[in-house]
């Protein structure tokens, strides 16, 4: 089913509008993945298949099946936020003076902890399935059952998200 995107692009102008203004901390170090289980396309704890085609669109806000990480996404940033999640973020930084640590962006080409007095949660008007990939722009976003990944494929740049861990690469 095709996004529309016209009626969500104040939204969307809005809810990055905190990624775009906010601090966020790039230097922090990467907690170590925890033990959580491999996705079911993984096969019997073996590499995941390489990333499908995406289906490419101008902008887009969704949600995982879970509905526990929602995002919106342009050209060039993406922001994730997350509802439930059993890791801590690195110590917030003393320039954020907002909610820090409830999700994870990519903005210039770099990938960071989100510093933002708002959220993109219950602002997704659909779904991306498990398995399933956006891309807009040089940034693409690859939903599976262990969590979200969104790369800038033009810097490398990007983040993984999940309820039991994240990864800032």
């Known amino acids: 089913m095709p996004l529309t995107m016209a009626p969500i692009r ?28 491999p996705s079911a396309k993984s096969g019997f704890g073996g590499p995941a298949p390489a990333p499908g085609p995406a289906r490419k669109v101008d902008e887009a806000t969704f949600r995982t099946p879970s509905q526990n990480i929602a995002c919106a996404l342009t050209k ?8 439930r999640k059993t890791w801590e973020p690195p110590a917030k930084p003393a320039d954020c003076e907002l909610d820090w640590g409830n999700g994870l962006a990519i903005n210039g080409g770099e990938a960071a902890v989100v510093c933002a007095g708002d959220t993109v949660l219950g602002a997704a ?17 690859d939903s599976e059952n262990n969590g979200m990944t969104c790369k800038d494929e033009k810097t490398g740049h990007g983040f993984t998200l999940a309820s039991s861990r994240y990864t800032l690469f």
């Not at 060039?76 to 509802?83: K, M, Q, T």
């Not at 008007?125 to 940034?139: C, F, I, N, Q």
């Open 76 to 83: 060039s940033a993406v922001r994730c936020d997350i509802g």
């Open 10 to 37: 104040g939204l969307l102008a809005l809810a990055l509008l905190g990624v775009l203004t906010a601090c966020t901390q790039t230097d922090a170090p990467t907690p170590t993945p925890s033990t959580a289980s």
């Open 125 to 141: 008007d659909s779904t991306l399935e498990y398995g399933e990939a956006l891309r807009s722009g040089t940034v693409r976003c």
